[in-house]
């Protein structure tokens, strides 16, 4: 059971827009800690997509974008193309027990 | 530009130690936070604590009585102990800079595959 909620998947055909949603509580995302987002190609290491709930890593397409509000985040993909397809983490901090990162649990983007 | 090698033993005993080093190359350990994070083959990404290079250590609580972060700025290096594993800390192990509130991971190193097995 991750501390951060994401669902386990989503699909989209080409071309359209998919989000992936993070869902914290009052002691990570709630508290004001950033969220950020990995991409996952199989096999290969993850990769930061989003870092400060909303910043594009130098090389990352202006097709990703993130924001956040209250206790959850988002990630939004537009014009969708088949090497998105990926597993996607979201990541924070959590100020309970002395303080941790966590993870959400992945979501798996299928384009159809 | 900084990058990340995990090195350490393939394969540990169950109830053993495993012990995992993560060599920092092309800038200095000094001056940020670094993680270990593993997966599980299959499952997704759990973080497993961090250490600032001053010394100073958070853990995943779950993980906790059992972890060990340690750094050895001399040779740009930091350290994983995880002690009376059993199958299910079969995992790639990677290591990362960044990890402290509000700071991200990145860059990782390449993972390394860590089996518990007799």
């Known amino acids: 059971q991750s501390v951060l909620t994401q669902p386990p998947s989503v699909s989209g055909a080409p071309g359209q827009r998919v989000t992936i949603s993070c869902t914290g509580s009052?002691?990570?995302?709630?508290?004001?800690?950033?969220v950020h987002w990995y991409k996952q190609l199989p096999g290969t290491v993850p990769k930061l997509l989003i870092y400060?709930?909303?910043n594009r890593p130098s090389g990352v397409p202006d097709r990703f974008s993130g924001s956040k509000s209250g206790t959850s985040a988002s990630l939004a993909i537009t014009g969708l193309q088949a090497e998105d397809e990926a597993d996607y983490y979201c990541q924070s901090y959590d100020s309970s027990l002395s303080g941790s990162g966590v993870f959400g649990g992945g979501t798996k983007l299928t384009v159809l | 530009q900084v990058q990340l090698q995990e090195s350490g033993p393939g394969l540990v005993k169950p109830s053993e130690t495993l012990s995992l080093t993560c060599t920092v190359s092309g800038g200095s350990i000094s001056s940020y936070y670094w993680s270990w994070i593993r997966q599980p083959p299959g499952k997704g990404l759990e973080w497993i604590g961090n250490i600032y290079y001053s010394g100073s250590t958070n853990y995943n609580p779950s993980l906790k009585s059992r972890v060990t972060i340690s750094v050895d700025t001399s040779k740009n290096q930091f350290s994983l102990k995880l002690s009376s594993v059993t199958a299910a800390d079969t995992a790639v192990y990677y290591c990362?800079?960044?990890?402290?509130?509000?700071?991200?991971?990145?860059?990782w190193g390449q993972g390394t595959l860590v089996t518990v097995s007799s």
């Open positions: 990362a800079r960044g990890g402290a509130p509000n700071v991200w991971l990145d860059p």
């Open positions: 009052s002691s990570n995302i709630g508290a004001g800690y950033d």
């Open positions: 400060g709930n909303s």
